[in-house]
């Protein structure tokens, strides 16, 4: 009886929310034994409607709030405007969305991938389908939904990545600088599984879509983007793949994403 009174209690607050826009949540990884801060986005959602949900990662450093106040500020509009609910995890300030080898509550590819979406699934009105459902970050956050929405290629059905670390490989002092050996090792015994290149052969039977862009301007990642951009076209795997004027910064990923989650809305419809 006590556990049946704890499920209507919190259906009943989650009936209170939905009338919100912007919905603050604490949502508790059993892999990593604690509560993440998520932000939910939703348009205004109405009785026996459900929405496609797309999950956004933050770069390094960053942390919803600020995607919602400056580096995606018309995400409110976007999901009024295209339906959509928008899913914001807090990938901690430097976790590189990865299930760490290093530090034991550090899983965040399981997290994002299987435990939030199980969790959004159950408690919003998604279309919990593949089609239906998209994954996309930039910088740090290329990186994670790119190795994220590959490996759970049943779940995610578009990926995007604007001006993505897909290359850890090549960071050489940065390596350490963005402290990517905190939390996947030393380089020197980088396990093949972080490798984005790694990804291509899931990706080549996937069927998913992706897209990638990256400013002509940014100098820590325009090369690795435009070498994973041509690995992809050698191997013939579809993509769509966008260069434009920009540097590393929020105004180029600020406009770049709310591209690609116009052509996400497209792709959902």
Known sequence: MKKVMTIVLV??????????????????????????????????????????????????????????????????????????????????????????????????????????????????PTKAEKKSRGILGWSMGGYGATNIGTSYNKTFGIVGSSCGALDVTSFGEAYTGYQVDKFLGPIQSLSAGFITDNKVKIMAEANQHYIFDCGTEDTQMIEQNRKFHNKLTSLKIEHLYIESLGEHNPAYWSQSLSNQLTLFEKYFR
């Open 11 to 124: 259906s009943a607050s989650f009936a209170q929310t939905f009338a919100q826009k912007i919905i603050h949540q604490e949502v508790f990884s059993a892999k990593m034994n604690k509560k993440i801060k998520t932000v939910i986005i939703t348009p205004d959602l109405k009785p026996n409607v459900t929405y496609p949900s797309v999950y956004i990662l933050h770069g390094y450093s960053g942390n919803p709030d600020r995607t919602i106040k400056q580096d995606i500020p018309d995400l409110v509009k976007k999901a009024q405007e295209y339906k959509t609910i928008y899913i914001l995890p807090d990938g901690n300030f430097n976790s590189w969305y990865v299930d760490s080898p290093v530090i034991k509550d550090s899983q965040y590819q399981t997290f994002i991938g299987k435990e939030l979406v199980d969790f959004i699934d159950k408690n919003y």
